[in-house]
């Protein structure tokens, strides 16, 4: 079956703009996350949907927002962008259980460059 | 709040060896569960392993392998028979099951270099 699908995979943008990623859940996963991967903060959590409500949300400013349609599908935006923005930004899916074996499963990630 | 120790920015290890990857974490939770992803130079994070705070047994998924050890809260990696291709970042993470989501605290990363 076909995996997670993050779009687009690769960006470059100017301070100041923003920005929309978009992630495809694998079919019939209905949970969403999504992390910021950098080399000086590592991997860090910004935010989960569920059923298109945000569950949880990681210590992030307010510029970092996302939605989750009814397909599952999910976007994040970044507004007004930053030089520290720059990043690879992952999403996974996972089932709509929280049991502890649940497994996140990961896309690529969208690279984004900030000039 | 919860936090991930992996100590071992780099390793190498020589290929057809075991290697072992180490993992220390703090959590005041009983119920929580202990990831092992891996990351190619591609991005993606795969998942390896998992082992729940209450499974007696240690998880192995054919090379790879979870000494877990609860009283001190950790969970190294063991990889046997190291192959070219496990050249990566391994990460270590852990979700804490009072949280209602899929949340995870992730260490941060050991690469590892297998050498012919």
């Known amino acids: 079956k076909a995996g997670v699908t993050q779009t687009p995979r690769y960006l470059i943008k100017t301070r100041g703009q923003q920005v929309t990623l978009s992630c495809s859940p694998i079919s019939g996963h209905r949970s969403v996350s999504w992390y910021q991967q950098t080399p000086g903060q590592g991997l860090q959590f910004l935010f989960e949907y569920f059923s298109e409500t945000q569950r949880n949300k990681g210590n992030f400013p307010g510029r970092f927002s996302g939605r989750q349609f009814s397909n599952s599908r999910s976007e994040m935006n970044v507004s007004t962008l930053e030089l520290g923005d720059s990043a690879l930004y992952l999403c996974a899916s996972s089932l709509p259980s929280i049991s502890g074996a649940n497994v996140l499963t990961f896309g690529a990630g969208s690279r984004l460059t900030v000039l | 709040a919860q936090k991930i120790t992996q100590t071992q920015p780099g390793m190498f290890v020589q290929e057809k060896e075991a290697v072992t990857l180490d993992c220390t974490y703090d959590?005041?939770?009983?119920?929580?569960?202990l990831f092992w992803y891996k990351q190619p130079s591609s991005g993606e994070m795969i998942f390896l392993i998992y082992q729940g705070s209450y499974d007696e047994q240690n998880a192995t998924e054919g090379r790879y392998s979870l000494n877990f050890q609860k009283a001190r809260k950790s969970a190294n990696l063991v990889i046997s028979a190291s192959q070219l291709g496990d050249s990566a970042m391994y990460f270590c993470?852990?979700?804490?099951?009072?949280?209602?989501?899929?949340?995870?605290?992730f260490g941060g990363g050991t690469r590892l270099m297998v050498k012919p």
């Open positions: 993470a852990m979700r804490e099951l009072n949280n209602a989501g899929n949340m995870l605290t």
């Open positions: 959590t005041s939770d009983q119920s929580y569960g």
